[in-house]
């Protein structure tokens, strides 16, 4: 996850967004100690604050603001496109399955994450009860609703080299 992060990290500091990522586009040539990490498929790249239409695709990584967007509606690419989908992709790597179908609030388990994320629900949802602290520290700043209130690619990064989340096992 790190390589993934860093490589996010250096398209961000040249004003790029993939959005893209999820765990099919990442792929890994050393299954045993993770030295060599890609990230691939840059087709919807685009640079930050560019807009585009938005064109119906649904997947489990698309952030809220892009479940809430018509199609053929214009909207600006930002980094924290990315950020939801690594958040996503971070869940994954740890459950082995989703944490949602859709970010919606039409979709039970996304809305109770939402409710608890703002304050609005001091319970965290049982799926989430068995992340550890520093898990869920790193789930609540890259899964936020409100995306400026999301980590950058760098913050989620520095966190996981700091406590060793996600690290190789030999």
Aim: net charge positive; aromatic share 12%.
């Amino acid at each position: 996850m790190e390589k993934v992060l860093s490589a996010v990290e250096f398209m961000h500091s040249e004003n790029l967004v993939h959005r893209n990522i999820k765990a099919e586009h990442i792929l890994i040539f050393d299954p045993v100690e993770y030295a060599k990490v890609k990230l691939t498929d840059f087709g919807l790249a685009r640079k930050v604050d560019s807009t585009v239409k938005y064109q119906e695709y649904v997947n489990n990584y698309q952030a809220p603001e892009l479940c809430e967007t018509v199609v053929n509606e214009v909207f600006t690419v930002n980094k924290a496109i990315d950020v939801w989908a690594l958040g996503i992709v971070f869940y994954y790597c740890l459950k082995g399955k989703f944490p949602w179908q859709k970010a919606t609030i039409m979709c039970k388990p996304y809305w109770e994450w939402e409710q608890w994320v703002k304050r609005k629900s001091p319970q965290l949802p049982k799926r989430w009860e068995t992340f550890s602290e520093k898990a869920l520290k790193m789930l609540k700043k890259s899964l936020n609703p409100k995306y400026k209130d999301r980590w950058s690619a760098k913050d989620m990064r520095k966190l996981i080299v700091k406590e060793k989340l996600l690290k190789a096992q030999k």
